[in-house]
């Protein structure tokens, strides 16, 4: 069986602060790939980005930065100097050896002036 | 990149009457889309996946009857949601698998059962 734990339901910062959402994991499948997307208020699920089991590089995209930890089974995202604009609910999900994704009860994200 | 378009984007309906909601794949094809059901401040629960050209694969405890799913071409899957009532209200998401591992997401559709 798959599980995916966001442990933190809410986290309020203020602009510019970093924020860093956990992720852990549980999977018995030697291959599988890690997910985050982001959900503003309008509802649709936008791809930040997919990570494969064999891959522990960490990964910079401007201002997002993800930390994947094997050892920890770990995949977690941080934002720096975050933006009003961020401000969302964040999942992180998990695809094992089937076809189904298995989504975190993600973290609702509140960024303020 | 890989759209996919799901619609209506919200529907009102009476007590027992039928919804039905699109989803399309409208740059590639998609062998398998899935169905996930969400409910306010919780997370997405899949509801089905949908197999082009066979039976949908239903999570334990959603109903076939209930939700029918049709996926009759490698770029359109169709979930009706049958003899509605208000406890179906939910936010209902659709995605589609383009390769090996990517998923896209519909923009979801919101239902309220009046």
């Known amino acids: 069986a798959q599980k ?28 599988y790939y890690l ?10 699920l936008v791809f930040l980005i997919r990570r494969n089991s064999f891959d522990e590089q960490n ?11 094997k050892s920890t089974s770990s995949f977690n995202f ?25 989504f975190g009860t993600g973290t609702q994200l509140k960024v303020e002036l | 990149g890989a759209v996919v378009s799901q619609h209506p984007s919200w529907v009102i309906c009476k007590s027992g009457t039928s919804v039905k909601i699109e989803c399309r794949s409208l ?3 998609a062998t398998t889309m899935f169905w996930y059901r969400q409910f306010p401040k919780q997370s997405l629960m899949l509801m089905a996946t949908s ?7 239903y999570e334990q405890g959603v109903e076939k009857d209930k939700f029918l799913i049709n996926h009759a071409s490698l770029t359109l899957s169709t979930l009706t949601v049958t003899s509605a009532h208000p406890e179906d209200s939910s936010f209902y998401i659709c995605s589609a698998r383009q390769d090996n591992y990517g998923y896209t997401f519909g923009s979801g559709t919101r239902l309220t059962v009046v």
């Open chain 1, 35 to 44: 997910f985050w997307y982001k959900q503003p208020p309008s509802g649709e």
């Open chain 2, 27 to 29: 740059d590639f094809q």
């Open chain 1, 59 to 69: 990964e910079i995209s401007g201002r997002y930065s993800w930390n994947f930890q």
């Open chain 2, 51 to 57: 197999n082009e050209g066979s039976k949908a694969t």
């Open chain 1, 78 to 102: 941080t934002i720096t100097a975050s933006q009003v604009v961020d401000s969302a609910v964040y999942f992180c999900a998990l695809r094992g050896g089937g076809n189904k994704l298995t």
């Open chain 1, 4 to 31: 995916v734990t966001q442990a933190q339901t809410e986290i309020s910062v203020v602009e510019k602060e970093d924020v860093t959402l956990d992720c852990v994991y549980e999977t018995r499948d030697t291959t």
